[in-house]
C-alpha cells in the first residue's frame, strides 16, 4: 500500500492526525494564504502526516466532495529538510487508498507552487477540467475505471482447495483499512469453510483471464419466531478486487449465485452489509419483513430479499447466524495475517 516507507534512510510511517489533536496546527507551507489543518468544519476532512522526533515534518488533509465523486486536498505539505525522500509520494498513496475506499474516481489538488505542480505531475495529476472551472490551476488524479465485464467475459465457479490462498490474499487486500485498521475477511472466509452453516453449493468465485477477482459465500442461518426456526440464506464476504471495482463484478456473482439459491429453492436472503450498495438488486431493510437481529434491532445494514413471491412473507423474528461471522478474535486474525505478505495497517475516517 505504500503507507508507510523502509526505503529510505529516514524510515517514516504515515499515522492519522485526528482532528482532536491536530485542529488549528499551522502548516508552514510556502503558499501565501495560511495553511492549518481542519480549518474548514467540515466532519469528513482527515489528515494525515509524518511525524520524526515528534515534531510533525509532513501532512495531507483531504475531504470528499459531497456533490461528485472527487477527493479534494486542502494541505499537501512536506518540511524542506525531509523534501526528496519519498514522503510526498506516500502522502498521495494515502489520499489515493482512501478515494478508493470512498468510491472517488478524482484526486483534486490546488496546487500553490511550481515545485507542487511539477511533484503532482510525476505522481499521475494533470491539468484536465476537473469540472470546476473557476479554479484555473485546479490539478486532478483521475482513477483508472475499467470497463464494465459481461458474463462471457469471465469464468464463475466453485472454489477449489488451490484457489484457497489466493482468495483470501485477494479478500484481505480488499477488506484492508475498509471497515477496521486491518481486516478480518479472509479469516473469516477460511474458519468458514470448516463451520456446518457453510454452502460450498452456494458461493462462487469469480475470474478474469485466469485471475480471481470476486468471490462470495453463502451460509446458513435462520429466523427464531417462537418456537419455529425458519431456515433463511445470508451471505458474506462478498468482495471484489480493489482493481476491478465498479465493473459489475458484484452484480454478476450476486445474479448468478441468487439465481441458483431460488432454483434450491430457498425463501430467501437477509444481509448485513453496505446499505448503499444492495438496495440497486432489491435488498430491502429487514423491518420490511418483520424481521430483527437477535438483539431486536434494525438498521440500514440490515437488509433482506425474498428469492421466491412472498417468500418470507410468513417469516418473522430473530434474526440469527454463525456467531464466529460476528465475533474473531483479534489474536487469531493477527496470526493468520502471517501467511501473507504485511500489509500496512492505516487509519480512514467511517471504520468501525
Ligand atoms: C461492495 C462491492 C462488493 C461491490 O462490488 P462491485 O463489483 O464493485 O460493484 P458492481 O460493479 O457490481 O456495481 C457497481 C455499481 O455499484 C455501485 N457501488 C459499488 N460499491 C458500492 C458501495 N460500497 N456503495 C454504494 N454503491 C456501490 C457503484 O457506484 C456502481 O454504480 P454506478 O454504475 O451507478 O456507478 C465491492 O465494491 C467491494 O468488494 N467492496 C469492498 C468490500 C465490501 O465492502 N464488501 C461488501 C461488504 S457487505
Redesign the pocket.
Known amino acids: 500500500m505504500g503507507i508507510s516507507n523502509k526505503k529510505h534512510s529516514n524510515e517514516y510511517n504515515i499515522i492519522h492526525l485526528p482532528k482532536e489533536q491536530w485542529q488549528n496546527q499551522i502548516i508552514p507551507t510556502e503558499c501565501q494564504t495560511e495553511s492549518r489543518l481542519y480549518k474548514e468544519s467540515c466532519s469528513q476532512t482527515c489528515a494525515w502526516g509524518v511525524l520524526i522526533d515528534e515534531k510533525l515534518v509532513a501532512a495531507i488533509e483531504a475531504v470528499p466532495e459531497t456533490t461528485n465523486r472527487g477527493l479534494r486536498i486542502n494541505v499537501l505539505w512536506v518540511d524542506v529538510k525531509y523534501r526528496k525522500q519519498g514522503i510526498g509520494h506516500s502522502l498521495i498513496e494515502v489520499a489515493k487508498e482512501w478515494a478508493k475506499i470512498e468510491?472517488k474516481q478524482i484526486i483534486i489538488a490546488v496546487p500553490p507552487s511550481t515545485t507542487t505542480i511539477e511533484f503532482l505531475k510525476n505522481e499521475g495529476f494533470t491539468s484536465e477540467n476537473f469540472g470546476n472551472a473557476d479554479l484555473a490551476l485546479e490539478f486532478g488524479w483521475k482513477s483508472p475505471r475499467k470497463a464494465?465485464l459481461t458474463r462471457s467475459e469471465v469464468e464463475i465457479r466453485e472454489e477449489r482447495l488451490e484457489d484457497y490462498h489466493e482468495v483470501e490474499r485477494m479478500l484481505q487486500k480488499?477488506?484492508w483499512n475498509?471497515?477496521q485498521k486491518g481486516a478480518d475477511?479472509h479469516y473469516l472466509v477460511h474458519l468458514l469453510r470448516n463451520s456446518a452453516e457453510y454452502l460450498p453449493k452456494l458461493s462462487r468465485i469469480l475470474l478474469k483471464d485466469g485471475e480471481i477477482i470476486?468471490a462470495i459465500f453463502y451460509s446458513l442461518a435462520y429466523v427464531q419466531d417462537g418456537d419455529k426456526q425458519h431456515d433463511v440464506l445470508t451471505f458474506?464476504?462478498?468482495?471484489?478486487?480493489?482493481d476491478?471495482?465498479?465493473?459489475?463484478?458484484?452484480?454478476?456473482?450476486?445474479q448468478e449465485t441468487m439465481q441458483m439459491a431460488t432454483d434450491a429453492g430457498y425463501c430467501g436472503i437477509i444481509?448485513?452489509?453496505?446499505?448503499?450498495?444492495?438496495p440497486?438488486l432489491g435488498f430491502q431493510t429487514c423491518d420490511k419483513f418483520g424481521i430483527t437481529t437477535e438483539d431486536g434491532k434494525n438498521f440500514d445494514?440490515f437488509m433482506g430479499m425474498e428469492l421466491i413471491p412472498n417468500g418470507m412473507k410468513d417469516i418473522h423474528g430473530k434474526f440469527y447466524q454463525s456467531p464466529f461471522l460476528a465475533n474473531l478474535p483479534q489474536e487469531e486474525t493477527e496470526e493468520y495475517n502471517k501467511l501473507f505478505p504485511p500489509l500496512e495497517k492505516q487509519y480512514f475516517p467511517f471504520q468501525w
Open positions: 468510491r464494465w480488499t477488506f475498509k471497515f475477511e470476486g458474506g464476504p462478498l468482495g471484489v478486487s480493489v476491478w471495482r465498479g465493473c459489475g463484478v458484484g452484480e454478476l456473482l450476486l444481509i448485513l452489509g453496505v446499505p448503499d450498495y444492495y440497486r445494514a
